[in-house]
Every structure is written in structure tokens, then in C-alpha cells.
């Protein structure tokens, strides 16, 4: 966590990396391993308070003063203020501009190449684009952990994930066949998903995609790709034993590829302080 605390900005929030300005999604990442390592961080307060400065008028949190349609970081920020009662006034705006804001769906095509439902609502990396699976993800984790579970937009969300798993297991970002060939999966795509629709489904719809992921996250060596699939397995309490040494190995190729950008370390600690993921949601697996 000393990694991360030392990145923090005098005047308030995080850089993407040191020696950097303010970001936006930076802050907003690393804003959530410290809130779950201690509620009371000394650093949460300014970090918040700098992130509220930088929201926009619709309640929205862009990439960046000259990027405002790259509102992505909006979902982040609303986890990143859920504790927060000095900032609950921008979290609830964050969390209206999400329920009101969706990406671009339209009605499939009997010819189409691609095999998804395009026309169900879901959320977009970049305003005026078509819904992915990774903001969709962060959206539907956002509002769920603001008390919005039952809501109409969240049903969605999580009938968009489940329409863009693969057919063998896993999600990559939003497609699962092209012209008839199925494509891969990712993990960090796969854990994202895993977690915004966990105790929300039962286990036998996404038990290919645990499958997969059990698999193919001991071989992961990315942070983010590491990061997501541990918070996804851990939040359908399929966390692999020996998890904290797959974070202390990546922390530790840091030494021959150089340090990590903010967000990706912040997503890389999280499965430490929230091993159950970061809704600390449960499915008691069926019997076998």
C-alpha cells in the first residue's frame, strides 16, 4: 500500500504516474484499495474532494477536461465516493448520470457479422459509442453498490453480460462471434464481468467463465489482467489459494519492467483488502 500512498499528489488525488498531473481515473482507482485497507485513510478525504472538483455539471467524470465525451470514469468515482457522506451530493449526480446515460444500441440485422444483441442497452467507454463489456461492468458494480440492484438499467447491464459471454466461457470486450468464429476471451474482461453479475445469476449460467478464469489466472502477468480476474473469482468465492503471491510476484516485476501506471497498481491491490471482491457479493455454490 506504501507504493500507492506514495503516489498521492500534495494538493489532493492521484497522477497516473509520478512526476504527473491530477487524473481523474487514476485518483478514482486508487481512492478504492485505500478505502477498503481503512475507511478512515488520511489521504481518501483530499483525494475525493479533488475528484468532486472535477466533475462536470451532469454529474458525470471525463478522462480529462478536453476528453468530457470519455466519461467512463464516472462508475470508478461513485465506488470511489461510497463512504464518503462529505461527498454523497456527487456520488448520487454520479450515479444519476448513469442511470440516465447509455451507449449506442440498435436492433440486429439478420445479416449482420456479428452475433451479440446490439439492442441491449448497456454503457460505453466514450459518449455516442456502442456498449462494451468492461464499462457496462463498472456501471452495473457502481450502481448495485449505491442501492440501485433492482433497478431497470441494472437488469440490463447484467442481460448484456450475460449475452456477450462466449459461448465456451469468458467475455473478452463485448463481441462473441464475427462472420461464425468465436473469439477469445480475456481475463481481465472475464473477471469484470464475473463481478458485476455476482449473486445476481446462478452459478450454472456463468460456471464455463469461472471455469476458464481459474485456469488462466495463475498464468496471467498483467496487474490489470491479474487484478480483475482475482476480484472476479474471489466475488463467487473461487479466489485461488496463494492469490497474495501472484500479487506480491507482479509486484515484483515491477524491478524489470519499471513501475506501473497508478490505476493498474490500485486494480493489482485490490484482491488483497477485498479478497471477496469489491461489492463483497457471495453465491453459495449449488451442490455438485
Known amino acids: 500500500m506504501k507504493l500507492l500512498e506514495m503516489r498521492a499528489l500534495p494538493e489532493g488525488g492521484f497522477p497516473s504516474r509520478s512526476g504527473e498531473p491530477f487524473r481523474c481515473d487514476a485518483t478514482a482507482w486508487a481512492m478504492l484499495p485505500l478505502l477498503f485497507f481503512n475507511p478512515h485513510h488520511s489521504l481518501l478525504g483530499s483525494a475525493g474532494t479533488r475528484l468532486a472538483e472535477a466533475q462536470a455539471g451532469d454529474g458525470s467524470v471525463s478522462i480529462a477536461l478536453d476528453h468530457t465525451d470519455a466519461y467512463w470514469p464516472t462508475a470508478i468515482s461513485v465506488l470511489a465516493w461510497s463512504r464518503s457522506p462529505v461527498h454523497a451530493s456527487h456520488r448520487h449526480r454520479g450515479v444519476q448520470f448513469l442511470l440516465e446515460t447509455t451507449g449506442r444500441h440498435f436492433k440486429k440485422e439478420p445479416d449482420s457479422p456479428v452475433q451479440h444483441d446490439s439492442s441491449i442497452p448497456g454503457w460505453s467507454w466514450i459518449a ?161
Open 128 to 288: 455516442d459509442t456502442h456498449s462494451w463489456v468492461e464499462p457496462t461492468a463498472l456501471a452495473v458494480c457502481a450502481l448495485r453498490n449505491s442501492g440501485f440492484a433492482q433497478h431497470q438499467r441494472v437488469s440490463d447491464g447484467v442481460r448484456l453480460l450475460l449475452d456477450r459471454q462466449l459461448p465456451n466461457g469468458g467475455w473478452n470486450y463485448g463481441n462473441t462471434k464475427v462472420f461464425g468464429v468465436e473469439l477469445h476471451p480475456a481475463p481481465e474482461s472475464t473477471g469484470a464481468a464475473l463481478q458485476a453479475v455476482a449473486g445476481l445469476v446462478p452459478y450454472q449460467e456463468i460456471k464455463k467463465s469461472v471455469d476458464y478464469l481459474r485456469a488462466e489466472v495463475d498464468r496471467a502477468r498483467t496487474p490489470i489482467g491479474l487484478g480483475w480476474g482475482l476480484l472476479g473469482l474471489g466475488a463467487w468465492g473461487e479466489a485461488p489459494q496463494g492469490s497474495s503471491d501472484l500479487i506480491h510476484q507482479a509486484l515484483g516485476r515491477q524491478e524489470r519492467y519499471g513501475p506501473y501506471d497508478t490505476s493498474s497498481l490500485a486494480l493489482l491491490l485490490l484482491p488483497l483488502v477485498a479478497p471477496g471482491g469489491i461489492l463483497e457479493v457471495h453465491n453459495e455454490r449449488p451442490p455438485m
